[in-house]
């Protein structure tokens, strides 16, 4: 079965599901209503990517097509295009932002296939700033590293490594400082030009910061779980534990995670 086929059976289900004898829940969706779900689906579909398991992969990649299917099939009930037009709509896009595959542009290297796109995207968009566009929504960490992408693509950048080391070094003594100070404006200032500074040195040392946070966080949860067992198992109350005792359960959990 051909793939146009089976996006054919895929809209003809969501057309069955929105129609007079279909589903109640589905028929009374908005594409408001529906914009948590389409969130939530994508982001399903980065943790089964991030876990490498194929069959995850499918399953949620399959929702998340689901849900532009549904998001297409409203839009053609108002009058406004079609899941035909969207995906036109992108094919159109790829083909005329890779004019070295598909015209008689040339690129070098990935750097310059990128440069490429985002020049004739601007162009296209007609905005005034080359970091116009980014979705206020994103996750702040990613936004930020966006944004210094952008900024260094039209060398907007520190040249070396080293230069973005001392430059979260300077902004960790000014939140010091301010601290120092007694500046709660100032901390929180200071706070935010460190959490940036740390984003592009990830750029720089090949770590994505929200990536990273979201592993220590995991991290955190999974070791906390730990002494909250150890104090079940005990049955003893957790609240009126010592920070000493979690501690050493603390250490014990990242000891036992570091061997081999």
Request: glycine share 6%; proline share 3%.
């Amino acid at each position: 079965m051909t793939v146009d086929k089976k996006l054919n059976d895929l809209a003809e289900i969501m057309d069955r599901l929105r129609g007079e004898d279909g589903c109640p829940w589905d028929r009374e969706q908005t594409q408001k209503s529906l914009k948590p779900f389409l969130i939530e689906e994508a982001y399903e579909a980065a943790e089964a990517i991030e876990s490498g398991d194929p069959e995850a992969m499918k399953e949620e990649l399959g929702d998340l097509l689901f849900q532009i299917v549904f998001h297409a099939r409203i839009a053609k009930e108002r009058g406004e295009f079609s899941l035909g037009d969207v995906i036109n709509h992108v094919a159109e896009k790829m083909v005329r932002r890779h004019p070295h595959v598909f015209g008689e542009r040339r690129a070098k290297d990935a750097a310059d296939a990128l440069g490429q796109w985002e020049r004739i995207k601007a162009d296209e968009k007609k905005r005034e700033s080359i970091l116009g566009g980014l979705p206020k929504s994103l996750p702040t960490l990613a936004r930020a590293r966006r944004i210094q992408e952008r900024a260094a693509r039209v060398g907007f950048d520190w040249p070396h490594s080293e230069d973005v080391w001392k430059k979260v070094d300077e902004e960790w003594r000014e939140l010091q400082e301010a601290r120092q100070n007694n500046d709660p404006a100032g901390v929180e200032e200071e706070m935010g030009d460190v959490m940036i500074a740390l984003v592009n040195l990830g750029r720089f040392v090949g770590v994505d910061a929200d990536e990273a946070l979201r592993k220590s966080i995991e991290k955190f949860v999974r070791r906390f779980g730990e002494i909250e067992r150890e104090f079940s198992k005990s049955g003893r109350d957790i609240t009126r534990a010592t920070l000493d005792e979690m501690e050493a359960i603390w250490q014990k959990a990242k000891a036992s995670e570091r061997k081999p």
